[in-house]
């Protein structure tokens, strides 16, 4: 797959073996549901930058992308470049996302690989899934985390000192919002078209 040997060749974590399950990676799952924005003018939003690995893989991959990165962590505005936009603010700072989305407009791609803590992941979806486009996409990543206490994990974690929260997740948290989304199917009403589970993610389709 081509998105997985970009995302190698800038040592992205979404291509490691942490994140395979039965030899498919991150990358190749997406592969699947980008390939029909690859060509086009899209808007690109990836909560979490981190070393920047994957805006740099998306800024290969898509050939007219604009591409925003959002992190609290205010070390990461240094891997800006001319390809991609670094935001610097918390993924649960409503005026800061809405004001984003309404200077770059509504989003083709969102991917959340920000803090794994639910609450936070759970505010971020409510306040961005209005401005995600008709046909777009809004991936949740690393699932695996929403079990776990990540007060531990989070001392190794850069810029999660800045996260005034409880690390502490609660699965039910979770579960609660894609029972909600799944209800919605369910009934055939809402904005929703398709939810679907891969391992550690969620993949949720508008209409």
């Known amino acids: 797959m081509i998105l997985n040997k970009i995302g190698e060749s800038y040592n992205c974590d979404k291509a490691d073996n942490n994140h395979q399950f039965d030899g498919e990676s991150y990358f190749d799952i997406y592969e699947k ?3 029909k924005f690859k060509d086009k003018k899209i808007n690109l939003l990836e909560l979490g930058v ?10 290969s ?4 992308a604009s591409i925003h990165g959002v992190d609290i962590d205010h070390k990461c505005k ?7 936009q670094i935001h610097i603010f918390s993924q649960d700072d409503k005026k800061s996302l809405e004001s984003l989305s309404d200077l770059i407009g509504d989003w083709d791609i969102i991917i959340d690989d920000a803090s794994h803590i639910n609450t936070l992941s759970i505010a971020s979806f409510d306040i961005l899934w209005n401005k995600v486009k008709s ?3 809004y991936i949740i990543e ?10 531990e994990d989070a001392k190794s974690w850069d810029g999660m000192n800045y996260n005034s929260v409880s690390f502490k997740n ?3 948290d979770m579960n609660n919002l894609f029972f909600y989304l799944i209800s919605l199917l369910d009934k055939r009403i809402g904005d929703v078209r398709s939810i ?12």
């Open 33 to 35: 549901y980008f390939l």
């Open 170 to 172: 609660n699965r039910e």
């Open 142 to 151: 690393d699932l695996g985390n929403s079990y776990n206490d990540l007060t």
């Open 50 to 59: 981190r070393d920047s690995s994957s805006l740099n893989t998306w800024a």
């Open 196 to 207: 679907h589970f891969h391992q550690q993610m969620a993949i949720i389709e508008k209409l």
């Open 135 to 137: 046909g777009g996409i």
């Open 61 to 64: 991959y898509f050939t007219d």
């Open 78 to 84: 240094l891997y800006q470049t001319s390809q991609f």
